[in-house]
């Protein structure tokens, strides 16, 4: 049982807009920046939203990060074949001392 | 450029021990915390272990307190983690992932693409 909940699957077809939520606590999400990452078998998982919707240098601005209270979401505008992909929240928790992952959000670009 | 690259893995019987290893080039590794970070199969990602540059403050996941010991050597470049008494769901990819911090928040940025841990008799 992960700390952060995410939906374990979505989908959306070429160009379409696609979010993903992610729900915790006031210990995690409540008052810490929430990170998104992109997981491609084989590859390292890749950071593509940090802080209040940063984007490391090289990630499309299709890709976007929203936070409101103990929720955060991330949203993948003009969604193509290659973004097909597992999605993962994080955050630090201070209750835990510790970082924190969602489950984990399967994306089918159908 | 920022890279790493684990090493170390591998298959070990149940109760047996493993050390991991994370070497680290492109950066200043000795002002960076670093952590690992594993995947077992089918699941999502479990932090594991946290190390600040300095050693001084490190941190473990309660569920493996005691078992497993993360260690740096900065003039080496590398990250380390001794696993002992492993179990069967300790089966995993094993990631070591960095900490940077920027404009107040601290991310995982970089990350290497893991050796895969396989306990099993």
């Known amino acids: 049982q992960s700390v952060l909940t995410q939906p374990p699957s979505a989908s959306g077809t070429p160009g379409q807009r696609v979010t993903i939520s992610c729900s915790g606590s006031s210990s995690n999400i409540g008052g810490k920046s929430v990170n998104w990452y992109q997981l491609v078998p084989g590859t390292a998982p890749k950071l593509l939203i940090y802080g209040v919707n940063q984007r490391p240098s090289g990630v499309p601005d299709r890709f976007s990060g929203s936070k409101s209270g103990t929720s955060a979401s991330l949203a993948i505008s003009g969604l193509q074949s290659e973004d097909e992909a597992d999605y993962y929240c994080a955050t630090w928790d201070d209750s835990l001392s510790g970082w924190v992952f969602g489950g984990g959000t399967k994306l089918t670009v159908v | 450029e920022v890279q790493l690259v684990e090493s170390g893995g591998g298959l070990v019987k149940p109760g047996g021990s493993l050390r991991l290893s994370c070497a680290a080039s492109?950066?200043?590794?000795?002002?960076?915390?670093m952590n690992w970070v594993r995947q077992a199969p089918g699941k999502g990602l479990e932090w594991v272990s946290s190390?600040?540059?300095?050693?001084?403050?490190?941190y473990y996941t309660d569920s493996l307190k005691g078992r497993f010991t993360i260690s740096r050597d900065n003039a080496k470049n590398s990250l380390y983690l001794q696993m002992s008494s492993l179990r069967a769901e300790d089966t995993a990819v094993y990631y070591c992932?960095?900490?940077?911090?920027?404009?107040?928040?601290?991310?995982?940025?970089?990350w290497g693409q893991g050796t895969l841990v396989t306990v099993s008799s």
């Open positions: 992932a960095r900490v940077t911090c920027s404009g107040g928040t601290c991310p995982l940025d970089y």
């Open positions: 190390i600040s540059s300095s050693t001084l403050y490190i």
């Open positions: 492109g950066f200043a590794f000795s002002s960076y915390t």
